[in-house]
C-alpha cells in the first residue's frame, strides 16, 4: 500500500526549533513535487513549503527566514526545519507529494508551540 509517513511533531517552546520528516513509500515513484501544509482549527488548511524535483523551493510569507525544506530524492523523503517556533505555528502539518499518477497524503503530525 501506497503511504506517506511524517514524524517529528510534538510540543515545543517558543523560539524553539522541530524537525519532521516524511517518507513516502518505496512503491512511489518519479514524486515530482513535495510539500508540507498545515492547518490549525478553524483555520484553512495552508501551504507551508513546497520543494521540486529540480530543487526549487516555495514558502509561505508567514514562514519565510524561519523553515527550509530539505528533501532526499533518492530515499523519497522530504523535511521540514522550523527554527523561531512562533505559537501561531501550532497546526497540524502534513506531507503531501504529487507524482504523474497521482497525488498522496500523510496522515498528519501535530507541532504545538507553547508561549
Known amino acids: 500500500q501506497v503511504q506517506l509517513v511524517e514524524s517529528g511533531g510534538g510540543l515545543v517552546q517558543a523560539g524553539g526549533s522541530m524537525r519532521l520528516s516524511c517518507a513516502a513509500s518505496?512503491?512511489?515513484?518519479?514524486?515530482?513535487?513535495m510539500g508540507w501544509y498545515r492547518q490549525a482549527p478553524g483555520k484553512q488548511r495552508e501551504l507551508v513549503a513546497i520543494i521540486t524535483r529540480g530543487g526549487s523551493t516555495n514558502y509561505a510569507d508567514a514562514v519565510k527566514g524561519r523553515f527550509t525544506i530539505p528533501r532526499d530524492n533518492a530515499k523519497n523523503m522530504v523535511y521540514l526545519q522550523m527554527n523561531s517556533l512562533k505559537p501561531e505555528d501550532t497546526a497540524v502539518y502534513y506531507c503531501?507529494?504529487?507524482?504523474?499518477?497521482?497525488?498522496?497524503w500523510g496522515q498528519g503530525t501535530q507541532v504545538t508551540v507553547s508561549s
Open positions: 518505496k512503491n512511489i515513484f518519479s514524486i515530482n513535487d
Open positions: 503531501n507529494a504529487d507524482t504523474y499518477g497521482g497525488g498522496y
